[in-house]
């Protein structure tokens, strides 16, 4: 494969979840999405991109959830993502950032009485957001 038509898509990618940062999505969504916008991308190669990006801690992988299909998130730098958790809403599928001082003392409490450090980054709790549960 030619390597400038790589990185081309590579690009693509990137830019896609760099102007997406407060969404989810799947592998099939993204290159439906650049198919879309007139620059297909093949499904192979948005789950190897998309994976190597979860790797360096660019992208954030969430599973479970309604989706049966992993979702993925751009990880920006402003949110500090890898300090707090997450909430996800299992009706509406809606994303929230949880920077609360209470679950900062529960992964003190965690490390301090059972020797294990929680990845705030990967930590999703899932429930009703207070619209979906009414």
């Known amino acids: 494969m030619n390597n400038t038509y790589n990185t081309k898509q590579k690009k693509l990618i990137s830019e896609f979840f760099e102007g997406n940062t407060e969404k989810q999505f799947t592998c099939d969504e993204i290159s439906e999405a650049l198919k879309i916008k007139g620059t297909p991308v093949g499904k192979t190669t948005v789950y190897r991109y998309v994976e190597k990006l979860v790797n360096e801690g660019k992208i954030r992988k969430i599973t479970g959830g309604i989706s ?36 900062n003392s529960v992964n003190d409490h965690i490390y301090e009485h059972h020797r294990f450090r929680v990845d705030n980054s990967k930590s999703v709790l899932y429930g009703l957001c207070e619209k979906c549960a009414e």
Do not use: R, T
């Open 68 to 103: 049966k299909s992993a979702l993925y998130q751009y990880i920006d730098e402003d949110m500090n993502c890898n300090s707090h958790m997450h909430l996800k809403c299992l009706k509406c599928g809606e994303f929230f950032h949880l920077g609360c001082d209470f679950l």
